[in-house]
Nanobody, 122 residues
Framework: QAQLVESGGGLVQSGSSLRLSCAAS????????VGWARQAPGKEREGVAC??????????LYADSVQGRFTVSRDSAKNTVYLQMNSLKSEDTAVYYC?????????????WGQGTQVTVSS
């Protein structure tokens, strides 16, 4: 059964960096687009970043709010996708989730992980 597990969250100060990991079992992440989303208390889940499948020429997408600060990448050997988050702000505080999909920009993301909490203190 396909499973995604997020890790790497924590409590950091504003301006700090964190690297989140999305590790997969039961599937090969290279075959999928992998999206990151976050959900803050009282708010809807919002897409943060997406990396296209390893064999595609599809785009890597970022939300305007994180463009230039966050970078998504994949390590095929480790079957893991990362979200490097720099210059963190208090508004980045949320639970971060990863999921697989057919393509970035598509609406079929599934197999959401349990999430990892990121808290940024100002």
């Amino acid at each position: 059964q396909a499973q995604l597990v997020e890790s790497g969250g924590g409590l950091v100060q504003s301006g700090s960096s964190l690297r989140l990991s999305c590790a997969a079992s039961g599937l090969t992440l290279d075959y999928y687009a992998v999206g990151w989303a976050r959900q803050a208390p009282g708010k809807e889940r919002e897409g943060v970043a997406c990396i296209s499948g390893g064999d595609s020429d599809g785009p890597t997408l970022y939300a305007d709010s994180v463009q230039g600060r966050f970078t998504v990448s994949r390590d095929s050997a480790k079957n893991t996708v990362y979200l490097q988050m720099n210059s963190l702000k208090s508004e980045d505080t949320a639970v971060y989730y990863c999921a697989i999909g057919t393509a970035c920009g598509g609406g079929d993301f599934r197999s959401w992980g349990q999430g990892t909490q990121v808290t940024v203190s100002s």
